[in-house]
C-alpha cells in the first residue's frame, strides 16, 4: 500500500485535517497537518474520544445530547441527519483512500466505515475509568495499521 502525502484528503473538514499539537495532545501550539489518509482518520477518532480534559467535557455534553433526542423527535431527526452526513464523510475518505491505493480494494468501504466509527464506543471506557487514554490510543493504532497494511 502507498504511505505517501501527495493528495491530501480534506473530506472530512478542517478540524480533522489541521490540528494543533502540544505534549503528545490536541491543544494550543504547532499546526501540524494531516495529509494521509490513515492520519486524517486517527486525528478524526482522537478529537472524537474524551482523551483529556477539554474533551471529556465535550464528550460528556454529547451524551446528554443524544439522551435528549431519543425523547425529542425534531431533535432525533436533525441529530440523525447530522450523524448520517459525517458518516457519509468517513465512507468517502475511506472509498478514497482505496481508490488511491492506500487500503486493499477487496476491503468494503461501508463495514470499514462502521468498524472506524465503532471505535468511538470506547468513549464509556474512557469516561468511567475503565481504559486509559493510552490503551485507547493503541486500539485506534493498531485498528489503522490493519487497515492501512
Known amino acids: 500500500m502507498r504511505r505517501d502525502n501527495s493528495s491530501p484528503l480534506a473530506v472530512l473538514g478542517p478540524q480533522s485535517l489541521l490540528f494543533r499539537r502540544r505534549g503528545g495532545r490536541l491543544g494550543p501550539g504547532r499546526h501540524q497537518v494531516a495529509t494521509h489518509p490513515r ?5 478524526t477518532l482522537t478529537e472524537m474520544l474524551p482523551l483529556h480534559p477539554d474533551a471529556r467535557a465535550t464528550s460528556r455534553m454529547n451524551a446528554a445530547y443524544v439522551l435528549e433526542a431519543l425523547h425529542d ?3 432525533h431527526t436533525k441529530l440523525r441527519d447530522d450523524l448520517r452526513e459525517k458518516r457519509a464523510l468517513v465512507e468517502h475518505l475511506i472509498r478514497q483512500a482505496i481508490a ?7 476491503r468494503d468501504p461501508a463495514v470499514e466505515t462502521n468498524l472506524v466509527l465503532a471505535l468511538t ?4 471506557l474512557l ?3 475503565v481504559i486509559e487514554s493510552r490503551a485507547a490510543l493503541m486500539a485506534v493504532d493498531q485498528y489503522l495499521d490493519r487497515l492501512f497494511a
Open 73 to 75: 423527535p425534531e431533535l
Open 100 to 106: 488511491d491505493g492506500h487500503i486493499a480494494a477487496d
Open 121 to 124: 464506543g470506547l468513549t464509556p
Open 39 to 43: 492520519d486524517v482518520l486517527r486525528v
Open 127 to 129: 469516561e468511567l475509568d
